[in-house]
């Protein structure tokens, strides 16, 4: 899609590019690792493309929204039928949230959309947009945690250049 919309915008010297992501890139669920490895790739592209589209008047927007009431857990959730009782206490558990989650996600689709807007509509369209407390709270319980553990191990990450 980006392919076939950026010519256009290039000659226009204007667009915004909006791609949907999922708080699952950054809390990279146990039982969810290709949905959050495809999440983490969109990210990569959209930081890049943001980068390259900017100085041609061009927003990119990346949108990581959390549980909405959409048909994601509902008929387009397909979940292998092969159980694996390894697994029961990690991804078997996500099996099974999965099952109980259609219909109760907290997020409003239409207040997404609307807050979408309003954020490429923006002077300064974002570069990273959340959505929903649940992804808030998601994003900052894994930034905090990352933060200590990048403290923890600082030492070590710092002394790998070639001594001089």
Do not use: C
């Amino acid at each position: 899609m980006i392919k076939a919309v950026l010519p256009g915008m290039r000659a226009r010297h204007s667009g915004a590019i909006v791609n949907i992501s999922s708080i699952a890139a950054q809390l990279t669920p146990v039982g969810s690792g290709y949905y959050s490895a495809a999440k983490a790739a969109v990210e990569g592209l959209s930081g890049s493309l943001r980068g390259e589209l900017a100085p041609l008047g061009i927003s990119v927007t990346v949108v990581e929204p959390g549980a909405f009431r959409t048909d994601f857990a509902g008929r387009s959730l397909v979940q292998s039928a092969t159980v694996i009782d390894d697994y029961a206490a990690t991804a078997g558990k996500r099996r099974k949230e999965n099952d109980t989650m259609d219909g109760n996600q907290g997020g409003d689709p239409a207040r997404a959309g609307a807050a979408i807007i309003t954020a490429v509509e923006s002077s300064e369209p974002p570069g990273f947009l959340l959505l929903g407390p649940d992804a808030l709270a998601g994003y900052r319980y894994i930034a905090d945690a990352r933060a200590s553990e990048i403290t923890k191990w600082e030492e070590l990450t710092s002394g790998t250049n070639v001594d001089a």
